[in-house]
């Protein structure tokens, strides 16, 4: 089974936004919540980078791993989902992710500030495919349609990869030689404890 994976090239990216806006409209995530953003370094100056930043789905994930109930499972394509009914609110699962993952829809304490939201890799939850209950919690899920994330199909530069983590080692690898310097991706190593040889 293949083993999706995020990748953004920050030499492509160009701060549009679109995989925000995306985002937000296919899933009609909340006000105050943004699964995906787009983080800009040394903005303004050179070397200037921008970098879409959501759950990379790691392979460790280490909200899974300081959840005191368990609501995280990885899925057969290496995709980490939550399950908001066992969700509590507790906020460890935000203070453990290295890209602020987690969101909350309140500001509060224990429990006080709702279930937490984040990104589904387009891939729903723990019910049944494609039903409105599925959709009410999570969003779409364009995973079982057969169809990659909506953030990574918007983007107009191709910057953000989404896939087979094979199928895009062997793109960046063919624009890295094409560059001739080094990388321009971010949070790979990070996320997937892997590198990416030329």
Same mark, same amino acid.
């Given at each position: ?7 953004? /090239? ?12 995306? #985002?937000?409209? %296919? ?21 200037? @980078? ?9 392979? /460790? ?15 057969? /394509? ?6 908001? /009914?066992?969700?509590?609110? #507790?906020?460890? #699962? ?24 984040? #990104? =589904? ?12 209950? %599925? ?6 899920? @364009? ?51 892997? =590198?990416?040889?030329?």
């Amino acid at each position: 089974m293949a083993r999706m994976k995020f990748l953004c /090239d920050s030499d492509r990216c160009i701060e549009c936004n679109a995989c925000v806006t995306a #985002c937000k409209n %296919e899933h009609e995530v909340p006000w105050g919540i943004n699964r995906r953003r787009v983080v800009t370094i040394n903005d303004g100056r050179p070397g200037e @980078r921008s970098i879409s930043m959501a759950c990379m789905h790691c392979t /460790d994930a280490p909200c899974a791993a300081v959840c005191p109930v368990s609501c995280f499972y990885t899925t057969a /394509d290496a995709i980490v989902l939550h399950d908001k /009914d066992l969700c509590i609110g #507790c906020g460890y #699962c935000f203070y453990a992710c290295p890209f602020g993952a987690p969101q909350y829809p309140r500001v509060g304490n224990f429990g006080g500030r709702g279930k937490m939201d984040k #990104c =589904t890799y387009c891939a729903g939850g723990p019910q049944q495919d494609n039903t409105i209950v %599925e959709y009410t919690q999570y969003g779409a899920n @364009r995973i079982a349609e057969g169809k990659l994330p909506l953030c990574a199909e918007m983007c107009s530069t191709k910057a953000l990869l989404a896939g087979d983590g094979e199928m895009i080692a062997t793109i960046y690898r063919e624009r890295v030689q094409a560059r001739g310097y080094g990388a321009g991706a971010w949070g790979w190593r990070t996320a997937y404890r892997e =590198t990416v040889t030329v």
